[in-house]
T-cell receptor
Framework: NAGVTQTPKFQVLKTGQSMTLQCAQD?????MYWYRQDPGMGLRLIYY???????DKGEVPNGYNVSRLNKREFSLRLESAAPSQTSVYFC?????????????FGAGTRLSVL | QQQVKQSPQSLIVQKGGIPIINCAYE??????FPWYQQFPGKGPALLIA?????SEKKEGRFTISFNKSAKQFSLHIMDSQPGDSATYFC?????????????FGKGTHLIIQP
């Protein structure tokens, strides 16, 4: 049971380049999330998907797009990377129901934009 | 607008001491308050959570105290150990909001000295 898997683990981009961060979960969860973590800023929600086929903006969506490809996969795309997007990106899925409300996080993608 | 304020930013405690991390929230609609623990190079993982119908919750050496009228909650770690050294995030969400993501505090870097 792998949980939440993110690829790649590290990436260096030049300003203006594009890339897609991949995320997959094997826990059959409906809801998935993308956060970014910056020093002293905590984790901030970029986009989320309540279920397959739906996506919604979070706190900091500008410069990003997402795709919920199927129930397992939720990708984050940077169309034209900027230095301000240098960050650690975390994907999460949520186990929700009854008394449970747990978000499970991947190990993160460390992105540098030069 | 920061909806969850966390303090202190960093904390150093001797082994066996009781570190206390405090959080305050603004949105009275929040009804779920988890704490996440993050080790270097890893994603956050749920440590303990509380809902506002109780004032305290204990799980092992970890205790959440909750004060609804003051809109504050805190994490206490009893008999702290060097292995507890990590970054701790408080968070909040409105479960009635469906799949909305968590709103995180900025984090506390905790060091337990041997």
């Amino acid at each position: 049971n792998a949980g939440v898997t993110q690829t790649p683990k590290f990436q260096v981009l030049k300003t203006g380049q594009s890339m897609t961060l991949q995320c997959a979960q094997d826990m059959n969860h409906n809801s998935m999330y993308w956060y970014r973590q910056d020093p002293g800023m905590g984790l901030r929600l970029i986009y989320y998907s309540a279920s397959e086929g739906t996506t919604d903006k979070g706190e900091v969506p500008n410069g990003y797009n997402v795709s919920r490809l199927n129930k397992r996969e939720f990708s984050l795309r940077l169309e034209s990377a900027a230095p301000s997007q240098t960050s650690v990106y975390f994907c999460a899925s949520r186990d929700w129901g009854g008394a449970k409300n747990i978000q499970y996080f991947g190990a993160g993608t460390r992105l540098s934009v030069l | 607008q920061q909806q969850v304020k966390q303090s202190p930013q960093s904390l150093i405690v001797q082994k066996g001491g009781i570190p206390i991390i405090n959080c305050a929230y603004e949105n009275t609609a929040f009804d779920y308050f988890p704490w996440y623990q993050q080790f270097p190079g890893k994603g956050p993982a749920l440590l303990i959570a509380i809902r506002p119908d109780v004032s305290e919750k204990k799980e092992g050496r970890f205790t959440i105290s909750f004060n609804k009228s003051a809109k504050q909650f805190s994490l206490h770690i009893m008999d702290s150990q060097p292995g507890d050294s990590a970054t701790y995030f408080c968070a909040a969400s409105w479960e009635g909001g469906g799949a909305d993501g968590l709103t995180f505090g900025k984090g506390t870097h905790l060091i337990i000295q041997p």
